[in-house]
């Protein structure tokens, strides 16, 4: 049962009221092609390593890797900073993850880890004969991703033969799922419920500093920290990659900070608000600032000039497009960002000189929290990732080596190759082709390897293709995507591009509460979320970071060097002020921007509010009466909705 509720729902469900499962987490993602097979409906093209495919055989993915994508040489971007890669991982943590496959060994018993047999879950990455890193292996241990309950088979589920579908375990939408999480259990996890200020749990609080995040009580996979390093826990957030990488954690801590900032000022403005009324409007502004940010600052540095005039502006809320991120996005479109990852984290001090510990190599930023505790918190990162250089991707520059020989080593016997991985993934979830995907662009057709000159100009590229694949019809879509020349202003070729603004117009234009929608936020709410920049949130929610770009994702010399956190815009979350006449009484309450007769004047930045007379209308003050009506009764729904599921699982107890 779906209700018109003020608020979307944590885990993305009832935002179509039409569909209410679009978008929503625990769901199947969307094709954009169908799955091509191995055996029509589950095994993964080169399962079987002895067929040929266009008269050839399918590549080793790390065979593809070390000869085509991997890299020693870097060349930095003069143009952007290396947050322009972070806030691509923060954001893809907001998007996608497919559920990987609950067990490590096949059902016969055989250990994924150990064994280099294709029995799945199995599905291990083979290791040419003479590569240059990888000598006492066959192969990489790989596991399939979990398929959608009854497919991949024939099954009750469906009467017929399902092809096999990978789960999205978050929200499709952009509605910071990553702080908050994509489960209600897990969001009320993620709450502080000991009062009713609408924070999220705090963690520990270090001298000088602001809070972290709290502690995770569980650490799992997902946490691979190495013991002897340091006794410091892994951290809890929406998202449970939040400590792959030290960037990454910083990112999560400084949007946890800022959804207790906004809650706090809204109590400030609203003391007669609860907890929930807090956390709900905190979390709406954040979701509203993610999005905006998104498209705003980041978006055009991926798809350039003419891929923003392609994707176009936002007209309306369109209950016919459905907002689900595509397989193909997620397993190989929106990864373009891996080629843009400087195999260096830069840490800088307040006179951004390194700080004494030193820059940080990739590899040992992965499952390291402790070093946010014990090596001088978030801000050296900031500064690091706001003022350094992303690495440029060039047709002989695309994955750094950190990432290709030296991912996790830690947690496994052999080091991970992310561009193998990458190929890999797509190929377990059947994705088409890089060629299939060209024609669906609508790019111009392709016979021979010469056909790619206009998209891929390197002839010495076009010639190791054509020695690994054979014919352009095998070409995997990461692989060639990711050779692709940069269109202009961009960091994509044509074709991914193309597959980022299919995906991002229907996040956008299939989210019923996007912040443009007029039905989201008042016209003056409106104004100051698009005062929101990741710069100011960085002001207000780093330990003491008092200078910063003003467009954080641009390099510095290019927007005049530095600027006075105090001289950037600021939101003034005056415009969410309620007024009310014994609000608990009579339920009428008048938000500040909805009082006729007031006018406010901006100036440099700031708002004045300046008051002429207090007209209130009375149909919207029984509008507002009845939406709280409504809410009352949603609330006693959950709540009884609570109370059946307990009751039920006891039953099953029993």
């Known amino acids: 049962m779906c209700f018109h509720s003020r608020y979307r729902s944590i885990d993305g469900t009832c935002n179509n009221l039409q569909n209410p499962t679009w978008g929503a987490s625990l769901t199947g993602f969307r094709r954009i092609l169908k799955p091509i097979y191995e055996n029509g409906f589950s095994t993964p093209i080169g399962w079987n390593r002895e067929l040929k495919y266009y008269g050839f055989p399918k590549p080793s993915s790390r065979l593809v890797s070390s000869t085509l994508l991997s890299t020693e040489k870097i060349t930095q971007d003069i143009h952007i900073t290396h947050m322009v890669m972070q806030w691509g991982q923060f954001l893809d943590h907001d998007l996608d993850h497919a559920l990987p496959s609950v067990s490590s060994q096949s059902w016969d018993g055989i250990d994924c880890k150990r064994s280099c047999d294709y029995a799945a879950p199995c599905y291990p990455i083979d290791i040419p004969p003479g590569d240059r890193r990888v000598k006492n292996r066959r192969c990489i241990d790989f596991f399939r991703t979990s398929a959608i309950c ?88 929406g998202d449970i990659r939040a400590n792959e990488q030290i960037g990454l954690l910083v990112m999560h801590t400084v949007w946890f900070r800022e959804h207790n900032r906004v809650a706090d000022q809204l109590r400030q403005y609203n003391p007669h608000w609860d907890g929930e009324r807090l956390y709900q409007e905190a979390r709406k502004i954040v979701g509203a600032a993610m999005q905006h940010i998104t498209y705003e600052y980041w978006l055009p540095h991926i798809v350039g000039p003419k891929g923003m005039e392609m994707l176009g502006k936002y007209k309306e809320y369109n209950p016919t497009v459905n907002p689900s991120i595509a397989n193909v996005f997620a397993t190989a479109a929106l990864r373009f960002g891996h080629t843009l990852i400087n195999p260096i984290l830069e840490r800088l001090d307040h006179t951004f000189k390194p700080i004494k510990e030193g820059h940080l190599p990739l590899h040992k930023a992965f499952f390291a929290p402790w070093r946010l505790v014990d090596e001088g918190g978030v801000d050296p990162l900031l500064r690091g990732l706001f003022s350094a250089p992303a690495k440029v991707k060039r047709p002989h520059e695309n994955l750094n080596t950190e990432l290709t020989e030296r991912l996790f080593e830690s947690g496994h016997a052999v080091a991970l190759d992310l561009a193998a991985m990458n190929i890999h993934r797509a190929r377990d979830h059947a994705i088409p082709g890089y060629i299939e995907f060209r024609k669906f662009c609508n790019m111009s057709e392709v016979d021979t390897f010469d056909d ?115 001289e950037l815009p600021r939101v003034d979350l005056r415009f969410w002020t309620e ?76």
């Open 150 to 237: 009854g497919s991949g088979m024939t099954s009750v589920f469906f009467d017929y033969l399902q092809p096999r579908e990978q789960i999205n375990q978050l929200t499709s939408y952009i509605d910071a799922s990553q702080v908050y999480g994509y489960s209600e259990d897990l969001a009320n996890t993620l709450r502080d419920l000991t009062n009713d200020h609408g924070h999220l749990r705090r963690g520990p609080i270090f001298q000088n500093r602001k809070p972290l995040l709290p502690y995770d009580g569980i650490q799992g996979m997902d946490c691979r920290r190495n013991l002897t390093e340091s006794s410091v826990n892994c951290f809890l957030a």
């Open 452 to 566: 790619l000159r206009n998209e891929i100009t390197d002839p010495e590229i076009r010639r190791k293709l054509k020695e690994l694949y054979g014919h352009p019809g095998n070409i995997d879509v990461f692989a060639g995507g990711i050779l692709e020349d940069q269109v202009e202003g961009g960091r994509v070729g044509p074709l991914f591009r193309c597959l980022l603004i299919e995906q991002f117009r229907r996040l956008r234009d299939g989210d019923r509460f996007w912040y443009e929608n007029p039905s989201t936020f008042q016209p003056e709410q409106l104004v100051q979320i698009k005062q929101y920049t990741l710069a100011q949130v960085i002001c207000d929610t780093s330990d003491n970071i008092t200078t910063i770009t003003k467009d954080v994702f641009r390099m510095h010399d290019l927007q005049g060097g530095l600027t006075a956190c105090s």
């Open 579 to 654: 007024c009310c006449n014994d609000c608990r009484v009579s339920g009428q309450i008048n938000t500040i921007s909805r009082l006729s007769g007031r006018r406010f004047r901006r100036e440099t930045g700031n708002t004045t509010m300046v008051e002429d007379t207090l007209e209130l209308n009375s149909s919207k003050d029984n509008v507002e009466s009845l939406m709280r009506r409504v809410e009352k009764l949603e609330s006693t729904l959950k709540a009884l909705n609570k109370k059946f599921a307990t009751l039920e699982k006891n039953c099953r107890n029993v």
